[in-house]
Structures are given as structure tokens and as C-alpha cells.
């Protein structure tokens, strides 16, 4: 694992690419966040539990997920290196969530608490100002998902998604790939030998 400053400096980049921060309050943010290591296949969070917690990703990857009643994931979205997030719906309602987080590769990462991560939004109006833009990235991105799930046939959301993004084609598993497309193993297969 890096060092503990190490991982802070990436997080510290990662705020200051976002949003404008005055040194201090960059300083207050970061040691509110506690780094821990999670294996892969660790569960971070399950259906039903409430969500308090919030991520950034140093190294590794995370993913937020659901189960359809017939018992297939359907995977929502991939935190890659180094990037934030967490199960946003029930991180802000703090209500159970329908959807589990986990660790698809060993993950360092990054940890503040719910009761934390909104104190710092009431002391620090670019702590606010920062949320706002992820929530925004965040309602953007989902958007965008489900227009591209209503409107675009499966190889071009594969294609899409190659172009966009390969390192996340190339870093998940066929299974997990095929959840996030919306496919089936088979035909992504067959995508990719096309």
C-alpha cells in the first residue's frame, strides 16, 4: 500500500481539479478521510444497509450493483482509480440501500463518514460547492447511461464504451462488462470477437 500521505496527495489533486480550495480547508477536508485496504470480492456495502460512507479510490476499482429479483446483477456504475464515489441514493437519504458496493480488484482507498463528509459541508462552502459538481458528474453520467440503454443498440454501447473508456473494457470481468452494458455474456463475447 502507498504511504498515507501519498494517498492524500491524490485525493488532495483530485478535489483541487474539481473545485478551487484554499489551502486550509484542503488540509481540514483530507484528514477527515482514513485510508483502508479492501480485498477483492469485499463487500463495502449490502442491500439493506444504509450507506455511511464515501470513497475515494486511490488505487483499484469499486462498483455499486444491484439484483433483479430473477437474481442477475445489474451493475450501476464503476469507481475507478482515482476517482470518488459511493451509493449515493442511500448515502444521501440514509435510508437502506437497494444496490451493494464492492471491490472488484484489491482497492486503497480513502474513507469519511457520512456525519463528517455533511459537517464539512455546513464549515466549508467549497467543501458544498465540490458536492454539488459530484452530484451533478454523477447525475450527468447516469443520464447519459440510460439514454445510451434506451437508444443505442448493443455493440454501439459496447463501441461507445470501448472508445470512451477501454481501460474499463479491459479491466472487468466478461460478467461484470455484460451487467454493465445491459447484455448478455454471449453476445458481448461475440462483440469482441467481431
Same mark, same amino acid.
Given at each position: 500500500?502507498?504511504?498515507?500521505?501519498?494517498?492524500?496527495?491524490?485525493?488532495?489533486?483530485?478535489?483541487?481539479?474539481?473545485?478551487?480550495?484554499?489551502?486550509?480547508?484542503?488540509?481540514?477536508?483530507?484528514?477527515?478521510?482514513?485510508?483502508?485496504?479492501?480485498?477483492?470480492?469485499?463487500?463495502?456495502?449490502?442491500?439493506?444497509?444504509?450507506?455511511?460512507?464515501?470513497?475515494?479510490?486511490?488505487?483499484?476499482?469499486?462498483?455499486?450493483?444491484?439484483?433483479?429479483?430473477?437474481?442477475?446483477?445489474?451493475?450501476?456504475?464503476?469507481?475507478?482509480?482515482?476517482?470518488?464515489?459511493?451509493?449515493?441514493?442511500? #448515502?444521501?437519504?440514509?435510508?437502506?440501500?437497494?444496490? @451493494?458496493?464492492?471491490?472488484?480488484? $484489491?482497492? &486503497?482507498? =480513502? !474513507?469519511?463518514?457520512?456525519?463528517?463528509?455533511?459537517?464539512?459541508?455546513?464549515?466549508?462552502?467549497?467543501?458544498?460547492? #465540490?458536492?454539488?459538481?459530484?452530484?451533478?458528474?454523477? @447525475?450527468?453520467?447516469?443520464?447519459? $447511461?440510460? &439514454?445510451? =440503454? !434506451?437508444?443505442?443498440?448493443?455493440?454501439?454501447?459496447?463501441?461507445?464504451?470501448?472508445?470512451?473508456?477501454?481501460?474499463?473494457?479491459?479491466?472487468?470481468?466478461?460478467?461484470?462488462?455484460?451487467?454493465?452494458?445491459?447484455?448478455?455474456? &454471449?453476445? =458481448?463475447?461475440?462483440?469482441?470477437?467481431?
Amino acid at each position: 500500500m502507498y504511504g498515507e500521505h501519498f494517498l492524500k496527495k491524490n485525493l488532495e489533486y483530485l478535489l483541487k481539479a474539481v473545485s478551487p480550495f484554499d489551502p486550509k480547508n484542503v488540509e481540514r477536508i483530507i484528514a477527515a478521510f482514513h485510508p483502508r485496504v479492501v480485498k477483492k470480492n469485499q463487500v463495502l456495502l449490502s442491500a439493506g444497509e444504509v450507506c455511511n460512507e464515501f470513497y475515494f479510490v486511490n488505487k483499484g476499482c469499486l462498483r455499486t450493483y444491484f439484483i433483479t429479483k430473477q437474481g442477475h446483477e445489474k451493475t450501476r456504475y464503476i469507481i475507478l482509480d482515482p476517482s470518488i464515489g459511493t451509493a449515493f441514493t442511500s #448515502f444521501i437519504s440514509q435510508k437502506p440501500s437497494f444496490e @451493494y458496493v464492492d471491490a472488484i480488484e $484489491k482497492t &486503497e482507498l =480513502l !474513507v469519511i463518514k457520512h456525519t463528517d463528509f455533511y459537517r464539512l459541508a455546513k464549515e466549508i462552502p467549497q467543501w458544498k460547492d #465540490f458536492y454539488i459538481k459530484i452530484l451533478e458528474m454523477a @447525475y450527468s453520467f447516469q443520464n447519459t $447511461k440510460i &439514454e445510451t =440503454l !434506451v437508444t443505442l443498440t448493443a455493440k454501439q454501447r459496447y463501441d461507445l464504451l470501448y472508445k470512451e473508456n477501454p481501460k474499463l473494457v479491459k479491466r472487468l470481468s466478461n460478467k461484470m462488462l455484460a451487467s454493465y452494458l445491459d447484455i448478455t455474456q &454471449e453476445t =458481448l463475447s461475440r462483440l469482441k470477437s467481431a
